[in-house]
């Protein structure tokens, strides 16, 4: 299967200290993919950079499509309605509403469309920047940390729609994450960084069952899956 | 008391100087103020919105010019407009529009500083997320614009205030001419070295109320939008 994204020595530092040094990295169309890493490891960078939204200092991505989805860990809410927000996303305008509904439906947020994007609490925006995604339907996603900050029951919500647009959409999946539970769930392989570098990458299972790397030994050791 | 009484008799006086001066000062502010917003609210956008080499010297730049002393302005239009200065043969020294002048002057980089540095507050974020949903450059600015209107109706009804209450700038270029160039703040100073203090406090208090009635009918806008989103939010 071709890929639908290839890094080549992808180079990025902040004031001099260096964030993210990938000599080679590809992902295959329709894969999915976990990001998993202590805090500083560079997964958050290497979002912004396959969004976009951050340039690298050396080095090249290549993303094979244009249609890309990317939920920040902080999601800035327009002061529109909640259904704006959602539907100004949707590039198929004509039926922009009706995708904007129907994500908010998927996700039972149904009774606050016409709320002001910017009078959302944190749990509430970051679901609110999900259906931005479930409305989109494009075709590579890339998600930060999307349910750090949702209550229990909004989380497997969150977490059943996106298995269902991917599963569905044939999409790409690319999130970070700091529940290896949930990369089990969502996610078919795992990318361990560590300080910037890829510690580790292999099969979801495999990889969290009995990791190789002492960075993944380390980091996973904390969790009880 | 008495003298107050005089000056809201004034105020009721057609073709009454105190009119003329209330026309002069409103007709000067507000003139003063529009232009400030339209260059200094785009140049603000502009600066705060992106980054380029000597963003920060520039925004220094700018943060000095707000404190910008009136005299020094008012001295450098003096100087400008003067029959020996560059634009002397505009002939527009002690004119409305040298006054005006003065003010732009004074208040751009007021209004330029601010909105760069509001817009640089939101800006990093709303980039962030424009980005990820795909949006285009123009819709991301139109919505950044947007976003930033509550507080640039504060930025422009602080220029409009320090506009109205100059005094330093608009006496040296306006010179204080009656019915021509006389404001509240210049009559205020010359009723003050008269002697006649309560005419001079009582026009004060009328400048306080024209201010307080701008300030009020531009903040109720805001709030009549704000209880809109009351209206939608608990539809």
């Not at chain 1, 947020?109 to 910017?118: D, H, K, Q, V």
Request: glycine residues 10%; contains cysteine.
């Amino acid at each position: 299967m071709s890929n639908m994204l290839e890094i080549r020595g992808l180079k990025k530092s902040f004031g001099g200290i260096d964030v993210l040094d990938i000599p080679e990295l590809s992902i295959e169309k329709g894969g999915r993919c976990a990001l998993i890493g202590a805090n500083g490891s560079g997964k958050t960078t290497l979002l912004r950079i396959l969004a976009g939204v951050l340039a690298p200092d050396e080095g090249k991505v290549r993303i094979m499509t244009d249609k890309v989805s990317y939920m920040p860990q902080k999601p800035y809410f327009f002061d529109f309605s909640v259904e704006k927000n959602i539907a100004l996303a949707v590039r198929d305008r004509k039926n922009a509403k009706a995708r904007a509904n129907a994500a908010l439906s998927a996700l039972g947020l149904e009774s606050i469309a016409a709320r002001r994007g910017s009078s959302l609490s944190g749990g509430e925006a970051q679901r609110m920047a999900f259906a931005r995604v479930l409305a989109e339907r494009n075709e590579l996603i890339l998600l930060d940390e999307p349910t750090a900050a949702a209550d229990l029951i909004g989380c497997e919500r969150m977490e059943k729609a996106l298995d269902s647009l991917v599963a569905e959409s044939g999409a790409t999946l690319v999130f970070a994450t700091h529940t290896p539970a949930q990369a089990l769930k969502l996610a078919r392989e795992v990318i361990v960084l560590d300080k910037g570098r890829v510690a580790e990458r292999g099969e979801v299972r495999q990889l969290l069952y009995s990791p190789r790397s002492e960075c993944a030994k380390s980091f996973l050791s904390h969790w009880r899956l | 008391m008495q003298e107050f009484l005089k000056v809201v008799a004034q105020l009721f006086t057609p073709g009454g100087e105190l009119l003329k001066i209330i026309g002069v000062t409103l007709y000067m502010a507000f003139l003063s103020t529009t232009i400030s917003a339209c260059l200094g609210l785009p140049l603000g956008v502009l600066i705060g919105s992106r980054r380029f080499r000597g963003k920060g010297v520039l925004m220094r730049v700018l943060n000095t010019l707000m404190g910008l002393p009136p005299v020094v302005a008012g001295l450098l239009v003096f100087f400008l407009l003067s029959r020996s200065g560059p634009l002397g043969s505009l002939k527009l020294l002690y004119t409305v529009s040298a006054m005006v002048i003065a003010q732009v002057l004074l208040i751009t980089p007021i209004v330029a500083g601010l909105s760069a540095s509001i817009v640089s507050g939101i800006s990093p974020r709303l980039r962030e997320t424009a980005r990820g949903m795909g949006l285009s450059r123009h819709a991301e600015f139109f919505c950044l614009l947007y976003e930033c209107r509550g507080q640039f109706l504060s930025v422009v009804l602080t220029a409009f205030g320090r506009s109205i209450a100059e005094v330093g700038a608009v006496s040296i270029v306006g010179g204080n001419v009656q019915y021509k160039t006389r404001v509240m703040t210049t009559a205020i100073m010359l009723e003050t070295n008269k002697g006649n203090f309560e005419f001079a406090v009582s026009l004060g208090v009328v400048l306080l109320l024209i201010s307080f009635i701008i300030n009020s009918a531009a903040l109720s806008l805001q709030e009549h939008e704000r209880k809109l989103h009351g209206e939608r939010r608990s539809a």
